[in-house]
T-cell receptor, first 116, second 109 residues
Framework: GAVVSQHPSWVICKSGTSVKIECRSL??????MFWYRQFPKQSLMLMAT?????????EQGVEKDKFLINHASLTLSTLTVTSAHPEDSSFYIC????????????FGQGTRLTVV | GQNIDQPTEMTATEGAIVQINCTYQ??????LFWYQQHAGEAPTFLSY??LDGLEEKGRFSSFLSRSKGYSYLLLKELQMKDSASYLC??????????WGAGTKLIIKP
């Protein structure tokens, strides 16, 4: 079945540095990738939708200059957290719609980001 | 506003049956999803309902009533590995997924 591979699974970085998270669709082409953030014991919150070959669509309240999304190919989407701060510490998850109905059935493994 | 409600936590016994309810108020409806999420991991897809009725898939079943804005996930023959959070999500008229906060299910021996 379709697989979305997300890397790294966890990362610790210093305040002010940038972190890049990659999501790859391994056996299918993902023209769209959803990026979510999840704080402990809270819902998944959609941050942005990346589209291959065009600009990402950001949800209200998400800073596009801070969370840079690139979807340069049909198999790779990246999220870069720039100038990270401790409040950016969270679980970041990507997901690609698969199938005729576009079911969001496949998620990456998630990235646990800790900013110290 | 849009809202998905589900219980915060439930406890059940190994081998038993548990029903997790989800009610929703959204602008439009284009399907309801159930996901399982173990702590620290990404969600995994369990079921999808777009028409009223019951969808059965092994030990798991999901029910939908669009007129009532209501769904439930039924888990039978509970196993310890079923201890996880169960997330209800609805696609609204813009095909955006609206997520519930999840129900933490604790299975006791």
């Amino acid at each position: 079945g379709a697989v979305v591979s997300q890397h790294p699974s966890w990362v610790i970085c210093k305040s002010g540095t940038s972190v890049k998270i990659e999501c790859r669709s391994l056996d299918f082409q993902a023209t769209t990738m959803f990026w979510y953030r999840q704080f402990p014991k809270q819902s998944l919150m959609l941050m942005a939708t990346s589209n291959e070959g065009s600009k990402a669509t950001y949800e209200q309240g998400v800073e596009k200059d801070k969370f840079l999304i690139n979807h340069a190919s049909l198999t790779l989407s990246t999220l870069t957290v720039t100038s990270a701060h401790p409040e950016d510490s969270s679980f970041y998850i990507c997901s690609a719609p698969v199938g005729r109905e576009g079911l969001e059935a496949f998620f990456g493994q998630g990235t646990r980001l800790t900013v110290v | 506003g849009q809202n998905i409600d589900q219980p915060t936590e439930m406890t059940a016994t190994e081998g038993a049956i548990v029903q997790i309810n989800c009610t929703y108020q959204t602008s439009g409806f284009n399907g309801l999803f159930w996901y399982q999420q173990h702590a620290g991991e990404a969600p995994t897809f369990l079921s999808y309902n777009v028409l009223d009725g019951l969808e059965e898939k092994g030990r798991f079943s999901s029910f939908l009533s669009r007129s009532k804005g209501y769904s439930y996930l039924l888990l039978k023959e509970l196993q310890m590995k079923d201890s996880a959070s169960y997330l209800c999500a609805v696609k609204d008229s813009n095909y955006q997924l609206i997520w519930g906060a999840g129900t933490k299910l604790i299975i006791k021996p």
